[in-house]
């Protein structure tokens, strides 16, 4: 099967661009029904072609990790990334390093060939704002950082605001994360060609939000609940998520009316693990 590509002038009827070209080489004119067929070369041309706006799209959007990323992670961090559970496969599965010019854990996203699109870096710093500590480099709304087992057909998608409450969640559900709070129309839309029901489980101080955005995407979607609890995910074990799954069976697919914060999920007799955000 082959990709439509782009148009082009007709060298025959002398259109503009009623000249189709297709991945493979092939062209057809959708005014005269001049055709030119595929071949080795048009092929390669078309190849190089791809790679050459490719490379043009990460020169405009290039970031770079700081230069003194490591993977070797200090006390803190390690202390920090213990009191949430993140086992060290899991930190060398999703590349998390450290800053240490930055005072910074460091969670990097790269695209199937190893280009880097973005990084998130949440900062260590005493006395300093829990706004304040993350810092985003790269256009993390246009990308979608899936974790966890998509076996089930692709069904379900829950979206979380950071990064360790991703990996957690996403070892019971499938989760992507948001790199904050904003979930953009567009990031609803793509979604809902790929998922069929999307859980919604931002920050208790999110809620208001969440709901409004759960009446937008409940037109896109067969489900879509939004989960509310005391904690944010990372701080709960998968005891709770295995609990809220189950919960959410039960609750009905239509969210309330934007002026009503639905109630909390139970969590009340779930274990999960103190840390500081």
């Given at each position: 099967?082959?990709?439509?590509?782009?148009?082009?002038?007709?060298?025959?009827?002398?259109?503009?661009?009623?000249?189709?070209?297709w991945?493979?080489?092939?062209?057809?004119?959708?005014?005269?029904?001049?055709?030119?067929?595929?071949?080795?070369?048009?092929?390669?041309?078309?190849?190089?072609?791809?790679?050459?706006?490719?490379?043009?799209?990460?020169?405009?959007?290039?970031?770079?990790?700081?230069?003194?990323?490591t993977?070797?992670?200090?006390?803190?961090?390690?202390?920090?990334?213990?009191?949430?559970?993140?086992?060290?496969?899991?930190?060398i599965?999703?590349?998390?390093?450290?800053?240490?010019?930055?005072?910074?854990?460091?969670?990097?996203c790269?695209?199937?060939?190893?280009?880097?699109?973005?990084?998130?870096?949440?900062?260590?710093?005493?006395?300093?704002?829990?706004?304040n500590?993350?810092?985003?480099?790269?256009?993390c709304?246009?990308i979608?950082?899936?974790?966890g087992?998509?076996?089930?057909?692709r069904?379900?998608?829950?979206?979380?605001?950071?990064?360790?409450?991703?990996?957690?969640?996403?070892?019971?559900?499938?989760?992507?994360?948001?790199?904050?709070?904003?979930?953009?129309?567009?990031?609803?839309?793509n979604?809902?060609?790929?998922?069929?029901?999307?859980?919604?489980?931002?920050?208790?101080?999110?809620?208001?939000?969440?709901?409004?955005?759960?009446?937008?995407?409940?037109f896109?979607?067969?489900?879509?609940?939004?989960?509310i609890?005391?904690?944010?995910p990372?701080?709960?074990?998968?005891?709770?998520?295995?609990t809220?799954?189950?919960?959410?069976?039960?609750?009905?697919?239509?969210?309330?009316?934007?002026?009503h914060?639905?109630?909390?999920?139970?969590?009340?007799s779930?274990?999960?693990?103190?840390?500081?955000?």
């Amino acid at each position: 099967m082959t990709d439509f590509v782009r148009h082009e002038p007709c060298p025959r009827c002398g259109s503009k661009d009623n000249l189709g070209v297709w991945d493979d080489g092939h062209k057809w004119c959708f005014g005269c029904g001049y055709y030119v067929q595929r071949n080795g070369l048009e092929q390669v041309q078309e190849l190089e072609r791809k790679i050459n706006n490719k490379n043009k799209e990460l020169k405009r959007n290039h970031v770079t990790l700081p230069s003194d990323f490591t993977y070797n992670l200090p006390c803190i961090a390690k202390s920090w990334l213990n009191n949430y559970g993140i086992t060290k496969k899991e930190l060398i599965d999703n590349h998390i390093g450290w800053s240490e010019n930055d005072t910074q854990l460091i969670y990097p996203c790269f695209d199937v060939c190893g280009n880097l699109l973005m990084y998130q870096g949440r900062k260590f710093n005493d006395g300093i704002l829990h706004g304040n500590r993350f810092h985003t480099h790269g256009p993390c709304e246009k990308i979608y950082h899936i974790l966890g087992d998509l076996g089930d057909g692709r069904r379900r998608i829950v979206l979380v605001e950071d990064m360790v409450s991703c990996i957690k969640v996403a070892r019971t559900m499938p989760c992507l994360v948001l790199f904050g709070s904003t979930i953009a129309t567009e990031r609803l839309i793509n979604l809902s060609n790929k998922f069929t029901n999307l859980i919604i489980w931002l920050d208790k101080d999110k809620a208001k939000y969440a709901v409004a955005r759960s009446q937008i995407a409940k037109f896109m979607f067969d489900s879509v609940r939004v989960v509310i609890t005391e904690k944010d995910p990372k701080r709960y074990t998968e005891a709770h998520f295995e609990t809220v799954a189950s919960a959410l069976k039960a609750l009905p697919p239509t969210p309330p009316p934007d002026d009503h914060i639905p109630p909390n999920v139970d969590d009340s007799s779930a274990p999960w693990n103190q840390g500081t955000q």
